[in-house]
């Protein structure tokens, strides 16, 4: 029986050239990471802070990386975690971890040292490339509790600045150091180290599509972080995809990302850069919007990539309006909504039409859907399927039954761009991924709908939709109202339990206020964020509780971060 979604009404929306399926070759990532890193040699693979190496650099250090790997007596299939920012070290590690047949992890600098743990076993990490400067507070206390770890690489942040531009910064006591001693029956080596014992060898290269590529965990939003295994096939067919719609082009592209490379979407738009020989414009710290507006002035990047966080941020700079954006041909945003307001208000500077909302997880490489480069975009939706995706909404409660189109239900994906599964998790894995109608589905938690023509609107994930008297409220619909008050920076909607009816919620949003706005009165402006809640939107949607907060809390990606709200 045919229905709304599996006729894949999307396909007539497609930009001219991109196929309903693409006929991805039976390959592995490294396939494609080889062609990147010959087919240029001299060109720049990355920029960081005035220095720039090229790809046949970058193909020299990661063979000198897999030859440590390999003579240390790692295995094709041992994990690799890789703990850093935004630095060379970083893309120059996974590239010869990849390339020794491992299996790579990117794991947060920013965790403690009992998530650390918690990720280094479960995982069953055998080496960390991790920065000197969080060794003593953050593996030491560990040192006891990873016993299958045998490595450490502690790489340092100013190891590839240009001579100068580091000395300064260690006098001026700018650069974060910090000191590495040596751990029983650990192999302690600095990346310096590695780079200058290890002769470049010729690195196995021998990865087929079913290994498993990477192991990257989840956000943690709801318990402990899980890891998703992606395949080689997973992390290539996902490449392929996103080339073809965002119009990577070999050797031309500039690549400007504040994504961090260890959550995936910063590390696939790096691995897509790499596949392609473009140059990435490295952002280790993508707060400092002086930092970016400066590479953008240099480096004329043609790919952005970033959260609706970050681009806010940079719309707040008054340098980044004087940029020259002709270059630009694409803005992808992702990882959270991006109010319909703020792209208006984002694209009067960078160009009408250059705002690419997209939507993904972990668990799909992490690509979805997005709306089209050339064709017609729909603000504040999510876009259409790529190629070779199908997608369906079904009722909430059950996930078997399909939801007519235009009404709410949760998203379920197939394609070859989901995950193998969780990593040591069969239960959570078959919970996850349900067969219908002969075909593997990922349930994805997340609350979407379709209109006629194959657009997906994003309400909310399942567990922030809330229950107000029986009547459901979705989060984004309620802070897409809100962006639209001129006192709102930044806002979020949460739940609190009604005491005077079980089961049911109270509306509270949080509220980062504009800097005009921090000089009104409290409770004068709550009186007037609600009066005009009252007039765009029906009542038991209307915020009970209004909160204001100096500082939106936000996760290391960039997105605000509601479980900390919540606590």
Request: proline fraction near 7%; charge should be neutral.
């Amino acid at each position: 029986m045919t229905n709304g979604y599996d006729e894949r009404p999307w396909l007539k929306a497609y930009d001219p050239g991109i196929p309903a399926d693409i006929d991805i070759p039976e390959k592995a990532y490294t396939d494609a990471l080889l062609g990147g890193l010959t087919a240029f040699p001299d060109r720049a693979a990355m920029h960081f802070m005035g220095a720039t190496l090229s790809y046949r650099q970058l193909d020299d250090m990661s063979r000198r990386f897999a030859a440590f790997l390999t003579a240390g007596g790692i295995k094709p299939g041992d994990v690799v975690g890789l703990s850093l920012p935004n630095i060379p070290q970083f893309l120059i590690a996974l590239c010869g971890t990849l390339r020794a047949g491992c299996t790579a992890s990117g794991v947060s600098p920013l965790l403690r040292p009992k998530e650390l743990s918690h990720q280094i076993n479960d995982s069953g990490c055998k080496v960390l490339v991790t920065l000197d400067a969080v060794f003593e507070r953050v593996v030491i206390p560990i040192k006891h509790e990873v016993p299958a770890l045998s490595h450490v690489v502690a790489a340092g942040i100013g190891d590839y600045l240009p001579v100068i531009k580091r000395i300064l910064a260690k006098l001026l006591k700018k650069l974060p150091t910090g000191k590495v001693t040596p751990l029983s029956g650990k192999t302690i080596i600095s990346f310096k180290q590695v780079m200058a014992q290890y002769p470049p060898g010729k690195p196995a290269d021998t990865a087929t599509p079913d290994d498993i590529c990477l192991i990257q965990y989840t956000g943690g939003t709801t318990g402990l972080p899980k890891g998703v295994e992606l395949t080689h096939r997973n992390i290539f067919s996902n490449l392929t995809q996103v080339k073809h719609w965002t119009d990577f082009e070999m050797g031309t592209d500039v690549l400007c990302s504040g994504f961090p490379f260890f959550h995936l979407a910063g590390l696939m738009f790096g691995m897509t850069a790499m596949a392609t020989a473009s140059t990435q414009c490295l952002i280790p710290d993508p707060r400092n919007t002086k930092h970016i507006c400066g590479e953008i002035r240099k480096y004329a990047p043609s790919i952005y990539a970033n959260v609706p966080t970050l681009y806010q941020m940079l719309l707040e700079n008054p340098e980044f309006k004087k940029l020259d954006f002709t270059p630009a041909k694409i803005f992808v945003s992702g990882a959270a909504p991006f109010a319909v307001e703020s792209i208006n208000n984002f694209e009067a500077v960078v160009g009408k039409g250059k705002v690419v909302e997209v939507y993904g997880m972990t668990e799909t490489s992490p690509i979805i859907t997005g709306n089209p480069l050339v064709g017609a975009k729909k603000i504040g939706s999510v876009g259409i399927p790529v190629s070779n995706t199908h997608v369906r909404i079904v009722d909430v409660e059950t996930g078997t039954n399909i939801m007519p189109v235009g009404e709410p239900g949760e998203l379920i994906v197939c394609g070859p761009q989901v995950m193998k599964g969780y990593h040591n998790k069969p239960g959570e894995t078959d919970h996850a991924m349900r067969e219908h109608d002969g075909r593997r589905w990922l349930h994805t938690g997340d609350v979407a709908r379709m209109d006629e023509y194959g657009y997906f609107y994003i309400m909310d994930r399942s567990k922030d939709m809330l229950n107000v008297g029986g009547f459901k409220v979705f989060s984004r619909e309620v802070e897409e109202t809100l962006y639209r008050h001129p006192a709102v920076e930044f806002c979020a909607v949460i739940g609190k339990p009604d005491p005077k009816r079980p089961g049911s919620e109270i509306v509270k949003v949080v509220i980062q206020r504009t800097a005009k706005a921090r000089e009104m009165e409290d409770e004068a402006l709550k009186k007037d964020i609600t009066v005009y809640c009252r007039e765009h939107m029906s009542p038991y949607k209307v915020p009970k509780i209004i909160e204001f907060i100096d500082e939106m809390p936000l996760t290391t990606v960039g997105k605000v971060d509601k479980k900390a709200l919540r606590s």
